[in-house]
């Protein structure tokens, strides 16, 4: 039971429905009904698919965890030495249950999708590669893993739908990404950590994010819903890029995660 319980808080709970939520959106928008294999799909990318980003995340993120106030609960832990292998071991085991979803599925589009998302995951933390200390790749590679990649998943079961409109939420999604940098700004510069933030600096981050979501304001033409929504996550990077506080960042920060959460499951009612 320890182990497990030091599984499902590597996994970060809260996560586990985000990435299965835009692949469930992919597939509303391809017009296929929910069969077993995309079930299994998209329940693998839940807990599995989040005990491996994030496994492989505390692995190798471990010198700026111990020094982030944020850790050790619902927003992640410090991994124990203990559990190091653990961790390692599960990681390994849900990718292979993750590729083998997909080889399942028959579809190059699906196994393409699921390669470039394991890719990014994997590379996104781990050395030499790690992306995550290089900006605005760390930004690029999170909007194509979180949500341009599973929304392909979801659209392989059906007929392929694949607008402008997708290419402007991952730059969105890309933009949350760089915002997210802002409040981990401090522990990520002690650790020595070339994150967006600590790169360009707090304000660039925020100016990034703004970017990115005025052009999905302004160009997507996205319905009346998820237009308030990033109106109010506009005003928010608006007002960190004034005020760059790091704990005011981790609050609107939850807050644009929950809105994000609420405006996609409104989607499929």
Partial sequence: MNKLRALVLVSRPLGWVVVPLIFARGLLASGAELDVVSLVQAILLSFPASLFIYGVNDIYDYNSDVRNNRKGGVEGVILEAKNRRLVENASIFSAALLILSALVTSSYLNMAAMAGFLLLAYFY????????EKPPLDSVSNGLAYYFFPFLMGTSFGNVNITAR?????????????FSTIMDFGADKKAGYKTFAVVFGKRYAALFSVIATAAVILFAGVGKITFFYMAACLAMYVIIFFKPSEKLASLFF????????LTTINFFL
């Fill in 125 to 132: 933390s781990t050395p030499p590669v790690r992306l995550k």
């Fill in 166 to 178: 997708i290419f402007f939420i991952t730059f969105f999604v890309m933009g949350i990404h760089a």
């Fill in 254 to 261: 939850k807050l644009i995660l929950i809105g994000f959460l």
